[in-house]
């Protein structure tokens, strides 16, 4: 029975999360998933779809959550969830979001998004921009939204706002990157598909970069709307890049095509050569494709020929020698000669040279015109060698050069040098040929030194110009400085609307020109909203950068104020959602930390007051339950020490147990009394202390009391009256019986002895026996004595009485004495 009493006495001290142990005489704390609460001798398991933590007073269904040591359950704050066993809640992740007591997080649906975590809600998207569920940003036209980032849509592709992907430009369209539509190519111009650029005709669009034009390279062309570079045919050529068409090869033979290269009268070319070739001896041409062979009775003596001469020969004119054929002659080599009575030429005889070709005779050195000398001796003449010329019979040691704008092809020339021919010019002294005025130049002088630029404004694709004609003026939309081979087109960004410019106009800041050759001011376009050019002279305005944004047409892109962001290319910023804040110019919202909290658009996170707390990116803060409390700015609830506790929620302090009570765990929504037989005098008790022996306490009580003397403790609140025969001293546990000789009545301190003539003969009675007649005691007896022979005593005697005179007793024990019979006496 005390066993039993000891168990429930303990086990009721167990609090709210443990259960009293029997093997081990200690509260246990429940472990995850069991509950109990306060005195319970075991753990319950939770429900099938509930939860617990070690130690929890209650189980709690998904989308709650409990403590250590507490009985309630608190829902899950919006923007965070709890799934069935978690004893906590966590955050929903970016681009999810919550209501209060959630099992789950939801991805946020289209067109709208979550930037942060722990959101309670989905802000929508600005107008003009979309999402993909379950998105973290919303992205505008002209980019592709994914789960996390925008993409913009490369140059010559576009995205219509809500579009799935980026679709490519046709053929006749362009676009810049971040575009929402595909514009159409001016007149005149022309694009191939994919293109972030319109060209004009001579140009293509780059396949590395879809936003450059590339001039035709020399030898190929593009006509008004062609999409690439054609290569010349046979039989046409250009003279520079960017042509846009082919020019025929007058009179000349073509190489092969898209060379930009014609051939001469006299020579051929073929498939597999590069390079122009002379027609070999008996053969010629003259504009045709190939070399053609002589006829019957005529001969080419030279290669090159452009013709055939005479007929079968029987005879060659002096200084020539008959070919083998007979179907021509050929010139006597250098110191070869043929008077004209051979068929062949002859070598010189000894001491004897012919300078020149052709030679009749040899003649004496030292050396003829057309040679030099370095020794004076005939054997160390020398031709005069190309670009040099000789006039004179003689010994000279040298050649006189060719004077600038003059040249000399042959060796051994005796003839002054020739002048260049108007279209041509040489710049230096000794020349052995001419050169052709370049594209963008010319003279009409013969003996020129250099050729004059065609002037600023205008331009000449043709090469060995012999007339200022050749210069054409640059038509409206195109330029060129002095010297130029053709009209450049006015590059994006760029207008011209007169002929004959030497420069285009920039567009001004806050505008855009995306074309080539545009003609007017009004080519200028306006810079999209989420866009902005400070500078003059673009073909495309800068896209705003993520923090800033564009509504109107501007120079610069505006700055998000604090409470907002934005993505790259918007036109309005997007406020930060509840839990989430951001300063002036950000490309995100921050999320709150634990502890804080914030409200939709805002510039800071506000601190949780003393008493409640938050998660990461709240949007208000939750109060703290009973058993709970929390300093300003918390992210969670602390537990109350065990000593303490808070009835309500919202604390920010916790009690501490007054005096008779105590708290044996943390987290308690109240204080237990102290238990019958138990005191505790200090606040903040974990436990209460057993009264000393002796003493008793009621429930709750702060001290304990000593049972006065005649009381003793008969249970652990109640001190009970001794009763008659016992007695007891103060703070007593049981009464003593009196010892035999003694008595006491109820509620006695001590025992009395008897008196004399009286005794008690046992242990713990309440009042004493009168001795009997004939006998007698003395204080304290526990048995009367008789009487001795000779006295007597009557009732309750404390002494025995000796008989008188005439009287006597004969035994002992008598109660009283008999009269001496007659005849007889007593003294």
Known sequence: CNYQIMIMLTSSICGTGTYYSTSTSTCTTCSSGTYSLSGANYCTSCASGYSSPAGAGTCCAAGSYTTAGSTLCISCPAGSYAAVGFTTCSSCAAGTYSNSGASTCTACIPNTYSATSGSASCSSCPSGSTSKAGSTACCAAGYIAGYG?????????????????????????????????????????????????????????????????LACPVGSYAAVGATTCSSCPAGKYTAAAGSTSCTACENRLASPGGTGVCCPDGSYTSPSSSICLQCGINSYSVGAAVCSSCAAGSYATMTGSTACTGQVVTACPAGSGMLSDQLGCYLCAINTFNAGSSSHCSSCPTGMVALTVGSASCVLSPCSIGSYTTTGTSEDCKLCPAGTYDTQFGTGSSCTLCATGKFSAAIGSSLPCTSCAAGSFIDGSGATSCTLCPAGSYTASIGSSSCSGCAAGKASSSIGAASSTTCSTCPTGSYSLKAASNCVPCSPGYYNSDEGSSFCTSCPAGTYDPYYSS????????????????????????????????????????????????????????????????????????????????????????????????????????????????????????????????????????????AGTYGAFSGLTSCQLCAVGYYMGTTAATSCTVCPTGSVATEGSSACTVCSSGKYASSPSTCSVCGAGTYSGGGAIACLACAAGSWSLSGSATCSFC?????????????????????????GATSCSLCPIGTYSTLSSAVCKSCSAGTFASSVGLSSCQICPAGSYSS
């Open 149 to 213: 980032s925008c993409t913009v849509c490369a140059a010559g592709s576009y995205a219509a706002a809500g579009d799935a992907s980026c679709s490519q430009c046709l053929a006749g369209k362009f676009s810049l990157s971040g575009a929402t539509s595909c514009l159409t190519c001016a007149a005149g111009l022309s694009s191939s598909a994919g293109a972030g650029i319109c060209c004009a005709a001579g140009y293509y669009v780059s396949s590395s970069d879809a936003s450059t034009c």
């Open 519 to 658: 003609t007017s001011k009004s080519s200028c376009l306006p810079c999209p909203q989420g866009t902005a050019s400070s500078l003059t002279g673009v073909s495309e305005c800068t896209i705003c950068s993520a923090g800033k944004y564009s509504n109107v047409q501007g120079t610069t892109c505006l700055t998000c104020s604090a409470g907002t962001y934005s993505n790259a290319g918007v036109s309005i910023c997007a406020d930060c959602a509840a839990g989430s804040y951001s300063s002036t110019g950000s490309s995100f919202c921050s999320t709150c930390s634990a502890g804080t909290y914030a409200n939709v658009r805002s510039e800071f996170c506000t601190k949780c007051v003393a008493g409640k707390y938050s998660a990461a990116g709240a949007l208000s803060c939750s109060s703290c339950s009973a058993g709970f409390y929390s300093n300003e700015g918390s992210s969670s609830c602390s537990l109350c020490q065990a000593g303490t506790y808070t009835s309500s929620g919202g604390s920010s302090s916790c009690i501490q147990c007054p």
């Open 755 to 779: 008196s004399a003539g009286t005794f008690s003969s046992s242990v713990g009675l309440s009042s004493c026996q009168m001795c009997p007649a004939g006998s007698y005691s003395s204080g």
